[in-house]
């Protein structure tokens, strides 16, 4: 079935630093990739996402990358801020009204002031 | 609108204990989705509905069984509890348009079982 790695696991920069996290997935046929952020205690929430047919989307400090062809994506945050520090999650989902989403593991970043 | 809302927040069980999960959206969306999250290893669907009246297995749904009571409540059982089903238990509904397609997912519950 369907597989996303994420990594790191961890990752602690110094605040005003940029912070990359990566995942790669298994099914080719995925055209949606969301990156969901999720504070200590808090539910998770999506703060950005990307298709397909798109290589790359920015939304102010934070942008996403996507290569179909090595079928890996990227999330980069700039300028980092200690209110970054959360777990973010990665996902990956197939075409069809299902919305089912298969998840990384996640990455706990740590910005230090 | 309150989203999606979850009962309880905590719970404890005793292995072999059953117990009901609940979950309620008020955004009018079709699809919802029980997800369990374990340190290391992200979050992973237990069950879902894309629509009211169906219900589909996920990548974990030994041990668990699910009801779309109507269009706003979608309910996890847990018949006998066992250790391995502690976990943090969220519950989400998806809101997708041509312009978005986003789970919002309630606050979660904390089950532990003894």
Redesign the interface.
């Known amino acids: 079935?369907e597989n996303v790695e994420?990594h790191p696991?961890t990752l602690s920069v110094q605040e005003g630093d940029s912070a990359v996290i990566k995942c790669t997935y298994s099914d080719s046929a995925s055209n949606?990739f969301?990156w969901y952020k999720q504070e200590l205690g808090?539910?998770?929430?999506?703060i950005i996402?990307i298709r397909s047919n798109v290589g790359e989307k920015k939304d102010q400090r934070i942008a996403v990358t996507l290569n179909k062809t090595a079928k890996h994506f990227s999330l980069h945050i700039t300028e980092t801020q200690p209110e970054d520090s959360a777990v973010y999650?990665c996902?990956a989902?197939r075409p069809g009204?299902?919305?089912?989403?298969?998840?990384?593991?996640?990455t706990t970043l740590q910005v230090k002031p | 609108n309150a989203g999606v809302t979850q009962t309880p927040k905590f719970q404890v069980l005793k292995t072999g204990q059953s117990m009901t999960l609940q979950c309620a959206q008020d955004m009018n969306h079709n699809s919802m989705y029980w997800y369990r999250q374990d340190p290391g290893m992200g979050l992973r669907l237990i069950y879902y509905s894309a629509s009211e009246g169906t219900t589909d297995k996920g990548e974990v749904p030994n041990g668990y069984n699910v009801s779309r009571l109507n269009k706003r409540e979608f309910s996890l059982r847990l018949e006998s509890a066992a250790p391995s089903q502690t976990s943090v238990y969220f519950c989400a509904s998806r809101d997708i348009s041509p312009s978005t397609d986003t789970q919002y997912f309630g606050p979660g519950t904390r089950l532990t079982v003894l």
């Open positions: 079935g994420q696991s949606y969301p808090k539910r998770p929430q999506l996402d999650f996902a989902s009204n299902t919305g089912k989403l298969i998840f990384g593991q996640g």
